[in-house]
T-cell receptor, first 115, second 113 residues
């Protein structure tokens, strides 16, 4: 049974470039989360989708960040233009529903380095 | 606002010794509580979760945690540490009525040979 799939696993880019991170949630899961992990700030929730609809994007840092979920099996997180302070590990997670007891299953993450 | 406190950002134990990682939450209503483990260069993996069915929760890899409402705690324990337990451990809470995880700052466990 495949877990959450993220690509690429590593991304190195130069400041000002566009970066697109991809996520395939577990089949049948209705909720999808994007997180960012840094040493300074820990794990931060960026955006939450339920049934492909963005429900809560209050964690998105600024307009340079955008996320889409065109269907139940695919989501993207885009940064344009990228800045060095965006360097972090970005995780995608999915859960069966949106209840407080639902377990979130995390992907392996994308390590982004912006030079 | 809800919060989670993990005491000790780094914990070292000898192989075979008891592992105790502390987690306290702030909530007037018992929340749902989770422990996740993160191995180097990997995502977070669920160890166990408390959903009010039982106060002592058993998880994977020999870990367990006890929910103590009077102490607002959900400490993670393992009787005998193994080298493979070296990782970072996160406590998380979802307050009643919300899907949002509130994560603690994590505790990095080091196991000494």
């Amino acid at each position: 049974d495949a877990g959450v799939i993220q690509s690429p696993r590593h991304e190195v880019t130069e400041m000002g470039q566009e970066v697109t991170l991809r996520c395939k949630p577990i089949s049948g899961h209705n909720s999808l989360f994007w997180y960012r992990q840094t040493m300074m700030r820990g794990l931060e929730l960026l955006i939450y989708f339920n049934n492909n609809v963005p429900i809560d994007d209050s964690g998105m840092p600024e307009d340079r960040f955008s996320a889409k979920m065109p269907n139940a099996s695919f989501s993207t997180l885009k940064i344009q233009p990228s800045e060095p302070r965006d360097s972090a590990v970005y995780f995608c997670a999915s859960s069966l529903g949106d209840r407080e007891a639902d377990t979130q299953y995390f992907g392996p993450g994308t390590r982004l380095t912006v030079l | 606002a809800q919060s989670v406190t993990q005491l000790g950002s780094h914990v070292s134990v000898s192989e075979g010794a008891l592992v105790l990682l502390r987690c306290n939450y702030s909530s007037s209503v018992p929340p749902y509580l989770f422990w996740y483990v993160q191995y180097p260069n990997q995502g977070l993996q669920l160890l166990l979760k408390y959903t009010s069915a039982a106060t002592l929760v058993k998880g994977i890899n020999g870990f367990e945690a006890e929910f103590k409402k009077s102490e607002t705690s959900f400490h993670l324990t393992k009787p005998s540490a193994h080298m493979s337990d070296a990782a970072e451990y996160f406590c998380a809470v979802t307050p009643s009525g919300t899907y949002k995880y509130i994560f603690g700052t994590g505790t990095r466990l080091k196991v000494l040979a």
